[in-house]
């Protein structure tokens, strides 16, 4: 069985996630200390800047959907009343939540997430996030605030800059009774600062994949991205990418192959199926195929933020996200992206309860099969609820995509 490479940064990575999850449950026992829930792409720069600890439940459901949990806590939570069709991470979190389980017990003896006094969300990537606070609002009877951002945005102008800032400063000013104390403005900036750093690095690291033969492969990024997406804003992210990038440069320097012998490159649109990714890392390999770069893996790029400007860049760097964005810019991106990358073909996850990110459903992937010249695609699973997900069906369509990028040579 063909085995990934292993990225010696990696080594890293369990100590600085133990260290993120002790914190915020450090920051819940100490009656001094304040704790924030925010969204994987929400606003954590404002929050660090009242200096609460900052916990992401997207984070904490990948996390049962890596260890094949959630599948099993998915059915707590539709029993009270959270259809089996809305987001799967929302799901799978509320019913564990429901059931008393969490993966951080057993990982680092701690027994419940952290009861937050605060969730913060922004409404950019979905509005299930916001439903899935509110639950845990409701539940704790603590305040959920968020950011209402604008959908499906053709060019960014600075009428929508200025309204989510707009929106940003009034958060600000709820949250400053929920902290107890006024916005601290040069941690915010510093924030913004090393959050705009890491996401540079990130970028840099991710940007490796340009390379032929490819240094890294999406399902390396799905494992090095969690400091971007939990640990933004702080110097340790900062530390973790430096070191991966010149690790990562060395491969490129001396031509290290994240795959042997790369035949293929593939764009990967879409989510992860979190469950899923060694058996299809592992396929991919054997294949001699490099699932190059992922939309998913650069939704968290925020090169626009700016520490001279905290509001209005955080205002544009999650209003420029690829999520928010209307079709005819998500397919110049993709095809910006294939071609930077080189990707033969693009293979599209319709991902079963997240529609937001499944971008195969209105014609994208013909749209662009064409103007590319390259073949597509699309296998249906989601990102937790392994019941949507057929391993064999999509073992057999991935041999057979493959074949046909082979004959298109
Ligand atoms: S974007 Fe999709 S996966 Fe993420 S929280 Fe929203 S519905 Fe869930």
């Known amino acids: 069985m063909a085995e990934a490479k292993k990225i010696a940064a990696a080594k890293n990575m369990k100590k600085i996630m133990a260290d993120h999850f002790l914190g915020v449950d450090a920051a819940v026992k100490d009656p001094k200390r304040k704790v924030a829930w925010c969204t994987s792409v929400g606003p954590a720069e404002l929050l660090q800047g009242f200096g609460f600890e900052v916990y992401y439940p997207e ?17 707590y939570a539709n029993a009270a009343g959270y259809s089996p069709e809305i987001c799967s991470y929302l799901t799978a979190d509320v019913g564990a939540f429901l059931q008393g389980y969490t993966p951080l017990t057993r990982a680092y003896g701690i027994e419940s997430v952290p009861k937050p006094d605060v969730l913060v969300y922004n409404t950019n990537q979905c509005r299930d996030v916001q439903d899935w606070f509110m639950w845990y609002a409701r539940h704790w009877d603590v305040p959920c605030l968020g950011i209402e951002t604008h959908r499906n945005v053709g060019e960014v102008t600075s009428e929508h800059v200025d309204s989510i800032a707009g929106q940003l400063k009034n958060l600000a000013s709820e949250l400053a009774r929920v902290a107890g104390q006024p916005l601290d403005m040069d941690k915010f900036k510093e924030s913004v600062r090393l959050s705009q750093r890491c996401s540079e690095l990130w970028e840099k690291v991710l940007r490796t994949g340009t390379s032929k033969p ?69 396929q991919f390999l054997e294949l001699k195929t490099c699932v190059v770069a992922s939309t998913y893996c650069n939704s968290w790029i925020f090169n626009q933020l700016d520490p001279e400007h905290p509001f209005e860049s955080m205002a544009r760097a999650y209003t420029e996200l690829f ?37 195969n459903r209105y014609g994208m992937a013909q749209r662009l099969s064409d103007r590319l010249g390259t073949p597509h695609l699309v296998i249906d699973g989601d990102l937790n609820d392994l019941r949507c997900y057929s391993e064999e069906q999509a073992r057999t369509n991935i041999e057979a995509f493959v074949e046909q990028l082979a004959q298109g040579r």
């Open 59 to 75: 984070n904490h459901s990948a996390i049962l959907g890596s260890i094949r949990k959630a599948t099993d806590y998915i059915p």
């Open 214 to 282: 490819s240094a890294l492969t999406f399902f390396d990024g799905t494992i090095h991205m969690g400091p971007a997406v939990v640990l933004r804003g702080l110097p340790v992210a900062v530390e973790y990418y430096e070191n991966l990038l010149s690790e990562l440069k060395q491969r490129v320097d001396n031509q290290v192959a994240a795959v042997e012998e790369e035949q293929h490159r593939i764009y990967w649109e879409g989510m992860p199926i979190w469950g899923k990714l060694r058996p299809l890392s592992e």
């Open 323 to 359: 999520i928010v964005r209307s079709d005819p810019v998500k397919e110049d991106y993709i095809a910006r992206m294939c071609e930077e990358y080189q990707a033969d073909g693009i293979l599209y996850h319709d991902a079963r309860t997240c529609p937001n990110n499944s971008n």
